[in-house]
């Protein structure tokens, strides 16, 4: 069965650098998404991407966040400069059409650590 | 704006018995209703979806969940619990109506499942 998958699993860094967080939807999806989970938090929307641009962004999703698809398979979520606050666990997600019904599949995560 | 409510953060059951994770949702539209699953360290696991139609809905590993439109509910139950299901539910709604292509998913803050053996 096709799946979601994220790299890293586990991503430490220091406060004010740039990471990247990685993603491969499932090959036929059109549609992907970034989530964000605070220890003991709901999990959050972030950023919706649909055809090369981003179709819908939370509050959250400010200027130190980017999102990109690089190439036809990675989906990447980039944090410019890093805030002990963005410590969490990071889901990408995909679904296949446009359609309003279609299901969200996640990847594992990626738990980010800024120290 | 959409919420959900999982009002209870543990529920323990023992193994053989039917359990119960409950739901209640807000929206301004017609809701789309998911349950999701996560075992320890792995990702948000897909495991039913409402749309429209029966209010009963089946799903994987013998999981269902009941749609209620007059007490805004979506619990997911199964009628015997096994050791394999202790993990954590998540429940999460979009809005029918949200218009302009928006797909976000608004997730309750879930409730973990111990099966006691």
């Known amino acids: 069965e096709p799946e979601v998958t994220q790299t890293p699993s586990h991503q430490v860094t220091q406060m004010g650098q740039e990471v990247i967080l990685r993603c491969v939807p499932i090959s036929n999806h059109l549609y992907f998404y970034w989530y964000r989970q605070i220890l003991g938090q709901k999990v959050e929307f972030l950023v919706s991407f649909y055809n090369n641009e981003i179709s819908e962004k939370s509050e959250i999703f400010d200027d130190q966040f980017s999102v990109e698809r690089p190439d036809g398979s990675n989906f990447t979520l980039k944090i410019r400069s890093t805030k002990l606050e963005d410590s969490a666990m990071y889901f990408c997600?995909?679904?296949?059409?446009?359609?309003?019904?279609?299901?969200?599949?996640f990847g594992p995560g990626t738990r980010l650590t800024v120290l | 704006a959409q919420s959900v409510a999982q009002p209870e953060d543990q529920v323990n059951v023992a193994e053989g018995n039917p359990l119960t994770v409950k739901c209640t949702y807000s929206?301004?539209?017609?809701?789309?209703l998911f349950w999701y699953v996560q075992y320890p360290n792995r990702g948000l696991q897909f495991l039913l979806k409402?749309?429209?139609?029966?209010?009963l809905v089946k799903g994987s590993y013998g999981f269902e969940a009941e749609f209620n439109k007059s007490q805004t509910s979506f619990h997911l139950k199964k009628p015997s619990a096994l050791v394999s299901d202790s993990a954590l539910y998540f429940c999460a709604v979009r809005d029918g109506y949200s218009g302009a292509g928006s797909y976000q998913l608004t997730f309750g803050k879930g409730t973990k499942l111990s099966v006691i053996p």
């Open positions: 409402y749309i429209t139609g029966d209010n």
């Open positions: 997600a995909s679904s296949g059409s446009q359609r309003s019904t279609d299901t969200q599949y």
């Open positions: 929206v301004s539209g017609n809701p789309y």
